[in-house]
């Protein structure tokens, strides 16, 4: 089975950092990716975390804790272009490769 | 550009109607899926196909069918049009199953409104 929570919204300024998180219940867990969605566009991936620790992609870093079950996606140095919707998608094994992504965390940068 | 083509991308049907949404991608990918995405929630899964051959439902496969016609190429079929099928439809594709760790590659959407 799977379980999976993200904050519903978030709202931070431009310029500011601003913490995603997400944690995750998967049987047989074996990484977590994340995506952006802008309004009315096509989702859009960001990063993957195979291994506990940070991962680095220009302003956006992500997270992973496997013993926490649990990840954040980290936006720096916030621009407008950034509100979005945030999707975390766990993988687990022997899903037969198929994600299955939360509700999202629509993410608001005000001026 | 490479990637991930829809056809339509806007569609209205009437209850009953049936209709095919075309996908094709044309990065060799080895995977290709369908989900939906209603007005603020998030992408559910509606069928994917791990490899050519090869289809499995997803969580909300009722309503639906569909078929890896070649490695290229994954259509989603609804038989019967209902209401409850109002929605965004999206293709994606992935080298490899799951997406790792080059992620999912989208489809601009199909817009799909039952009167």
């Known amino acids: 089975g799977q379980s999976l929570e993200q904050p519903s919204e978030v709202t931070a300024v431009e310029g500011a950092i601003v913490q995603i998180n997400c944690t995750y219940q998967?049987?047989?867990?074996?990484?977590l990716s994340w995506y952006q969605q802008h309004d009315g566009g096509a989702p859009t991936f960001l990063s993957y975390?195979?291994?506990?620790g940070l991962e680095e992609t220009g302003r956006f870093s992500s997270f992973l804790s496997r013993s926490d079950s649990y990840g954040y996606l980290l936006l720096q140095e916030l621009q407008m272009k950034d509100s979005a919707s945030y999707f975390c998608?766990?993988?687990?094994?022997?899903?037969?490769?198929?994600?299955?992504f939360g509700q999202g965390t629509e993410l608001s940068v005000k001026p | 550009n490479a990637g991930v083509t829809q056809t339509p991308k806007f569609q209205v049907l009437k209850t009953g109607q049936s209709m095919t949404l075309q996908c094709a991608q044309d990065?060799?990918?080895?995977?290709m899926y369908w989900y939906r995405q209603d007005p603020g929630m998030g992408l559910r899964l509606i069928y994917y196909?791990?490899?050519?051959?090869?289809?499995d439902k997803g969580e909300v496969p009722n309503g639906y069918n569909v078929s890896r016609l070649n490695k290229r190429e994954f259509s989603l079929r609804l038989e019967s049009a209902a209401p409850s099928q109002t929605s965004v439809y999206f293709c994606?594709?992935?080298?490899?199953?799951?997406?790792?760790?080059?992620?999912?590659?989208f489809g601009s959407g199909t817009r799909l409104t039952v009167v």
């Open positions: 990065m060799n990918h080895n995977s």
């Open positions: 994606a594709s992935s080298e490899d199953a799951g997406g790792i760790p080059y992620g999912y590659t």
């Open positions: 998967t049987s047989g867990f074996y990484g």
């Open positions: 975390n195979g291994l506990d």
């Open positions: 196909s791990a490899s050519e051959g090869t289809t």
């Open positions: 998608a766990p993988r687990g094994r022997g899903q037969g490769g198929k994600l299955i």
